[in-house]
């Protein structure tokens, strides 16, 4: 049945110039015996399905370093690709079951696309970053308040069938949107943001914010950031505090370990699949590091830190849409636009006051990061 709906999707996915090549895929997935197999080699058609709605978008002028034009995001975008892959291939040789597989490899297209759609139809302004930033904060305090609660543990939105953790996907989001632009709507963002953490509780992703906004205190210092790194150090103690009870989920939580037990390799590939979303920052010269390049990896360094240490999701290459579409939607904001200074120069390069008393974030030419 799963095969059939498959063939079914890959059919409607396909554009017109490349039907003759769907019926080939589907005839070539009819003929595997092997359900799994079967499977395997539909999630890679999809992939290509992917693959060929993107060359419409595409001119003959056109290349990828036009689509991705600073480095660091090109890194990002295929260190992301390669975690989600060591993630479905450790999902299938574990024996998890095979909608994981699925979910795990829609949320790969799902973010892809919704990142390609918002760079393609929205103009990433001041505005636009700010307003998002205080849109996916309250979407984090209403999860809080009326969200799925499983042990007390306010965390997710019911989505037909599906749990959605909103703050694998909005966090990481609203970090950014900080590290772009300092002012009181940003930080009245990030606080709801901590509060919310706080009131769900969820400690991995309060430690998350409090890094990530440590990190922009640090390197761009002003009111607005010192204000926010406080109340989310407060945040992130609060929930200490209070109790976690969540159980371990299998195939989610505690696979950096447990992965050892199905095979040496296995385990080592998933140490392969985090440390690939940490290395575009050390292949990137340091006179090119941003606050906001260092404020994405602190994002993601500080989940899988957190998954190490506790009953926590294991971002991208473990089971979990929330954080593959999170992470893809975050390369909107990865890329710094014109004006913004390095790590090197931060400490020797003042550009002019703003009304925030602080180093402005602004940009004069907002860029984005797929383009």
Not at 249 to 260: E, G, K, N, R, Y
Request: aromatic share 12%; proline share 5%; with cysteine.
């Amino acid at each position: 049945m799963m095969r059939h709906q498959l063939m079914r999707l890959i059919d409607f996915l396909t554009p017109e110039h490349r039907k003759k090549w769907a019926q080939a895929m589907r005839a070539e997935i009819y003929a595997l015996d092997n359900e799994r197999d079967a499977l395997t080699f539909a999630l890679g058609c999809l992939i290509g399905c992917f693959r060929f709605h993107l060359e419409i978008k595409i001119t003959p002028g056109k290349t990828w370093g036009n689509i991705m034009k600073d480095r660091f995001t090109v890194l990002t975008f295929f260190s992301g690709l390669m975690a989600c892959l060591i993630g479905l291939i450790y999902l299938f040789v574990s024996g998890a079951p095979q909608t994981m597989i699925l979910i795990n490899g829609a949320a790969l297209l799902i973010g892809l696309l919704l990142a390609i759609a918002v760079k393609l139809s929205v103009r990433i302004t001041d505005s636009i970053v700010t307003l998002f930033a205080i849109i996916g904060s309250l979407s984090l305090f209403a999860t809080a308040t009326v969200g799925y609660a499983i042990e007390d543990a306010r965390r997710w939105l019911l989505l037909g069938p599906f749990f959605i953790q909103t703050s694998l996907i909005l966090l990481p989001l609203i970090a950014l949107s900080f590290a772009r632009i300092q002012s009181f709507w940003t930080m009245l963002a990030v606080i709801t943001a901590g509060f919310a953490m706080a009131v769900q509780p969820d400690r991995a992703m309060a430690a998350m914010l409090f890094a990530a906004v440590a990190v922009i205190c640090w390197m761009r210092p002003s009111r607005w950031a010192f204000t926010a790194s406080t109340f989310c150090a407060i945040a992130f103690l609060a929930t200490l505090f209070l109790p976690d009870r969540l159980p371990a989920v299998p195939f989610v939580d505690h696979i950096l370990w447990t992965a050892f037990d199905v095979n040496i390799m296995v385990g080592l590939s998933l140490w392969i699949g985090c440390a690939a979303l940490l290395c575009p920052i050390f292949l990137l010269p340091r006179n090119e590091r941003t606050v906001i390049h260092l404020t994405f990896v602190t994002c993601w360094f500080a989940l899988i830190a957190a998954a190490a240490m506790g009953a926590y999701p294991t971002p991208i290459v473990g089971y979990g849409a929330s954080a593959i579409i999170g992470y893809f939607l975050s390369l909107i904001f990865v890329q710094p636009a014109a004006g913004m200074r390095s790590a090197r120069d931060s400490g020797t390069t003042r550009l002019s006051d703003t009304d925030s008393g602080g180093l402005p974030l602004r940009m004069d030419h907002p860029s984005f990061a797929l383009s």
